[in-house]
């Protein structure tokens, strides 16, 4: 197959900060001011599910991105106020991502497709490249029958009949390895980092009935409620076997700086970790398209969580550092093709936004804790400054606790004492500084 090229419109560059992207078509001429270009995001952080984003949205990031796709923004995140401004700028608004069962083609050889989730979040996005032996999957969503249908009709329709020969997981998070399984049991190779493949089948073959001891320990020193725990510690919780499907014995290890061959393209395997251990992101070498996965995000941050099965982790300075590292491989023009939410451009300023989220989260949470001690659960106020929901309060204590743990590390704060139901509480020492 052909190497293929992102299209590009012959208009001159222009200067924006990061926003999703429709390829292929001209550019939009009320997008040649940075000021629609600040708009753009502005508008998306506020519209898009960027309520988890921590950034301060006056700040103009300079030496922005070199640009000449047009700009397209997906109508389904944007509410009617954000739509008409931006029809109002003369600004494409996509109808879409594609429907379910269908796919948009974003480079030649490349589908993009979505897969529903039952929850807040209720898509991920996979990507179908095409060989000439058939398709490699990158991701695959749940394991679930509605998933498994939405997959045989993009099976029988966009990916016209050739079989699926590869599966490539990202990280080893369900909704992107939940279906893995499913095509090695037709016939498919997984390719996958060996900290993915050995965390998802672990957790896989861990079923439990029952919270178990270090469990609920787990939510008490983190200061969850006593009659939440008492309800939580009775109920059957979720496990990782509900959504994925048996994960095969054997499997094909990708290693940071591996370089494969895929889609028509050479590829390089960077890694970046924090939200996911050993996730892989892919840099193709013969275009502009970098796979992302949930390392590369538009509009929200990836939860960084710590979990009984790590309580001691650090998965903030983690992903920190990944920010950096991966800060230093990115370029303006790069076309991300991200794990949930759209497409987009502008990744150094993106990264620099992501880690920005993290930074700003520490500097609030140390300079209160300073004031007064506080358990964990005691600090969604100060982190996530909205309501947190029974639906969302298990991703919040995980994160909550991750940002406890990554000041303990620097020394910022300290463990005094206990709750009369046996939270932690934490004393902060002086407030912390970026990168302390």
Partial sequence: MPRAGIRRSRSSAHQLVPQPVHVGEPVAEAV??????????????????????????????????????????GADDLDARAHAELEHLGIGVLRGPAAEGQAIEVAEGVLWMRLPLPMRLDHVNVYALRDDDGWTVV?????????????????????????????????????????????????????????????????????????????????????????????????????????????????TRLRDGDRLRLGGRDWRVWTGNGHAAEHLTLW????????????????????????????????????????????????????????????????????????????????????VLAQAPRTAVDCFDVLFRRRIGEGEYGLALAEAVAHINALAARGAVRAEGETASGGILWRGEDPVADGA
């Fill in 32 to 73: 040649q001011r940075d000021r629609h270009g600040l708009l753009v995001q502005h508008l998306l952080d506020l519209h898009a599910g960027g309520a988890d984003d921590r950034v301060h949205h006056d700040r103009h990031i300079r030496g922005g991105p070199q640009i000449d796709h047009q700009v397209r923004i």
């Fill in 139 to 251: 991701d695959t969503g749940f394991d679930s029958r509605w998933s498994r249908a939405v997959w045989q009709r993009l099976l029988d329709g966009p990916l016209a009949g050739a079989p699926v020969v590869r599966v490539l997981a990202t990280h080893q998070h369900p909704d992107h390895i939940g279906l893995a399984g499913w095509f090695v049991a037709q016939g498919a190779e997984l390719l996958t980092s060996r900290t993915a493949w050995l965390m998802a089948r672990m957790l896989a073959l861990d079923v439990q009935e029952r919270p178990t001891p270090a469990q609920v320990a787990y939510w008490r020193r983190a200061g969850m409620p006593a009659e939440m725990l008492d309800r939580k510690a009775a109920e059957r919780p979720w496990n990782t076997a509900d959504v994925v499907h048996p994960l095969p014995l054997g499997y």
């Fill in 284 to 367: 193709s070498a013969s275009d502009d398209l970098v796979i992302g996965g949930d390392q590369l995000l538009p509009g929200i941050s990836p939860n960084l969580g710590v979990y009984a099965t790590e309580p001691g982790a650090n998965p903030v300075q983690e992903w920190l550092d990944s920010c950096a590292r991966l800060a230093a491989r990115a370029h303006h023009r790069h076309l991300v093709l991200p794990g949930h939410k759209l497409p987009f451009t502008g990744l150094p300023a993106r990264l620099e936004q992501l880690a920005e989220n993290h930074h700003s989260a520490l500097r609030r949470l140390s300079g």
